[in-house]
C-alpha cells in the first residue's frame, strides 16, 4: 500500500530488520484534516531528532520511514518495531475517543495495522510492559514501552485508548482481506 512519503533525517538505516511491535502513539496535535501532514513536516526536520513510521489523520495517512529502517519514536524500543502516530491527545477520555474524528482516525489506522500485522506476521494482541521485556510480539502503546525500559516518561496514547475497539477493527480487516483471497482462490 503506498502512501505519500515525507522522508524523515531522523532514523537509523538497516539493510532490513525483524519486526515484532507496532507502537501506537497519539501526536498531541489538534485534530484537524491536515494533522499527519503537519507532524510528518516536523519529523522532516533534523532538529525535531523524533520520527515515525507513519501519521494517521481522520481523512489520510502519511510515511515518514521506510519500514526496513528504524525510527526514533519510543526510547528502549526502537529496533524490532514500527511507530505509528494518530492525530488525538492522550489526555483523551472515553467520549474524545468515541467523536467522528477519532472514528475516521481509528478506522484508518486499523486498515494500516492489518496490513502491517499481515505483511509482517506479526500477532493481533495488546502487549504490555512485562510482556515488551520477554520480546514478545504484538501492538502496544508508548506508555508500554516507557513503563517496560524506564527510558521515557511519554504516556501516550493515554489509559482511555480504546485498545479493544482498535484490536476488534483490526481483526474484522484481516478476515475481511482473508475472505476475499478464500473467494478469489475459487474457481
Ligand atoms: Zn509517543
Not at 40 to 66: G, K, L, M, N, T
Not at 110 to 129: E, F, I, N, Q, T
Request: proline share 5%; with cysteine; charged share 25%.
Amino acid at each position: 500500500m503506498p502512501y505519500p512519503f515525507v522522508a524523515s533525517p531522523n532514523v537509523t538505516h538497516t539493510e532490513g530488520r525483524a519486526i515484532d511491535v507496532v507502537v501506537m502513539h497519539t501526536m498531541e496535535a489538534a485534530e484537524r484534516l491536515d494533522t499527519a501532514e503537519v507532524v510528518a513536516r516536523w519529523f522532516a526536520r533534523p532538529d525535531a531528532e523524533v520520527s515515525a513510521h507513519y501519521c494517521v489523520d481522520a481523512d489520510s495517512i502519511v510515511q515518514c520511514v521506510r519500514e526496513q529502517d528504524i525510527a526514533w519514536h519510543a526510547r528502549g524500543g526502537n529496533d524490532h518495531s514500527i511507530g505509528i502516530e494518530l492525530a488525538g491527545y492522550a489526555g483523551q477520555g472515553p467520549k474524545g475517543w468515541d467523536d467522528d474524528y477519532s472514528w475516521a482516525v481509528l478506522e484508518r489506522a486499523s486498515a494500516l495495522v492489518a496490513d502491517l500485522c499481515r505483511r509482517h506476521d506479526v500477532p493481533v494482541r495488546r502487549l504490555r510492559a512485562d510482556d515488551l521485556r520477554a520480546r514478545r510480539r504484538g501492538l502496544a502503546g508508548h506508555a508500554d514501552v516507557s513503563a517496560a525500559f524506564g527510558r521515557s516518561t511519554h504516556w501516550d496514547p493515554g489509559p482511555d485508548f480504546p485498545w479493544r475497539r482498535f484490536l476488534r477493527l483490526i481483526r474484522m480487516r484481516l478476515a475481511l482481506a482473508s475472505d476475499v483471497v478464500e473467494r478469489s482462490a475459487q474457481p
